[in-house]
């Protein structure tokens, strides 16, 4: 019998070019006990898992420890999809067979990056716990999910307070071929900063894109923010989890990140993309301007964005006239900068089927499969 690395790369070599490439999978813990095997137990401990649970002070301050949860409750019932469920009766995306027939079978899906849902500690004050319930994560999600079914690829996730850390776990399983990005959340400092440099070479290195997704915006000490607070409502939140996208995407050009690592790819997803247009404008403009201020910024912003960030189509902006979706896309030329996001199982998730239906077949091919495929470089 040939192995899960083997098998994967005998897909990789077929030469098959059609298919889907969704971007955003999400598979959740049934329970956080599931973790208890990939913890020592002074982990385990402090977090309370195993045979250390103690959920009788768990809703008093201070008397249990409390994971890092969002303080944007979702207004539903449950955020998943309720028509999700697998026959178990357990949470939607808990159950890898049920997931494949439910999702990839009826989408003709190729490959799934898996990105873990639920909850990250990326943002959370204790590093050393953070960092190894991250590696626990990371290998539950491979050994439960990636060995399941060859279409599952995963990012993998880090501790960005920490880029020691982070490197240790990139040297630790980032040569897997499973393994297709680099899932690092934002924290309240801003992207193109130094301090994440050390992560982009080992990323650049790796061949692995870092990817950004919505987590860690206020559910940690070292929370990134909305702009210019915290919002009061869920509906708020989601609402401006673009600009945390549009003040990473400044600080990554004008901080010369595209510059010192030219091939790094930097994926938001679900942050929403119409939005890239005025930032092109407004970066371009005042870059002609002002780049005395930022002389190793050589080329406009607006080109190192094509080259370098891509952004996930889910949740899809919906303008009263959906071609005007696609003239604006045209107007910028970022057709080679979407990759297609279901969501799954998320109740506001995105069906291929449906939402590029007024988009041209030769777009539609680049955003279900063309520019995944270049994006993340070792599908």
């Not at 994926?267 to 002389?295: C, I, N, Q």
């Amino acid at each position: 019998m040939s192995s899960i690395t083997e098998k994967s790369v005998e897909i990789k070599s077929s030469g098959k070019k059609t298919g889907l490439i969704d971007c955003d999978v999400h598979p959740f813990l049934s329970d956080f006990n599931e973790l208890t095997p990939y913890l020592d137990e002074s982990i385990q401990k402090i977090m309370g898992l195993g045979k250390f649970s103690k959920g009788a002070l768990s809703k008093q301050n201070g008397g249990s420890f409390l994971f890092p949860t969002s303080v944007y409750g979702n207004p539903l019932a449950s955020p998943l999809r309720a028509d999700a469920y697998p026959p178990n009766g357990d949470l939607p995306g808990t159950d890898p067979d049920f997931l494949t027939k439910d999702l990839f079978d009826k989408s003709n899906t190729t490959f799934g990056i898996l990105n873990a849902g639920h909850g990250t500690m990326s943002a959370y004050h204790n590093v050393e716990v953070a960092s190894k319930y991250t590696s626990a994560v990371n290998d539950w999600l491979y050994e439960k999910w990636i060995k399941s079914d060859l279409r599952f690829r995963m990012t993998m996730e880090i501790t960005p307070l920490d880029p020691d850390l982070s490197i240790k776990e990139i040297e630790r399983i980032g040569r897997r071929p499973e393994i297709v990005g680099i899932n690092m959340h934002c924290i309240n400092i801003p992207m193109g900063k130094r301090h994440f440099w050390p992560i982009y070479e080992m990323a650049e290195k790796y061949n692995l894109p870092i990817v950004l997704h919505p987590d860690t915006e206020g559910t940690g000490d070292y929370a990134a923010s909305l702009g210019i607070g915290p919002a009061s409502t869920y509906y708020e939140w989601h609402s401006a989890l673009g600009l945390v996208a549009q003040r990473n995407i400044i600080s990554l050009v004008t901080e010369g990140v595209f510059e010192k690592f030219p091939n790094l790819k930097v994926v938001f997803v679900e942050y929403g993309f119409s939005w890239v247009a005025p930032l092109m404008w407004r970066l371009d403009k005042d870059w002609k301007s002002l780049r005395h201020e930022t002389p190793w910024v050589n080329m406009l912003p607006s080109e190192y964005i094509r080259r370098n960030i891509r952004l996930g189509t889910q949740p899809i902006e919906e303008p009263t006239r959906p071609k005007d979706l696609v003239s604006l896309i045209q107007m910028i030329k970022a057709e080679d900068m979407l990759v297609y996001c279901s969501d799954y199982p998320h109740w506001d998730g995105d069906d291929a089927e449906r939402v590029f239906v007024h988009f041209s077949k030769e777009m539609r091919q680049k955003i279900l499969f063309d520019n995944a495929k270049s994006t993340y470089g070792k599908l």
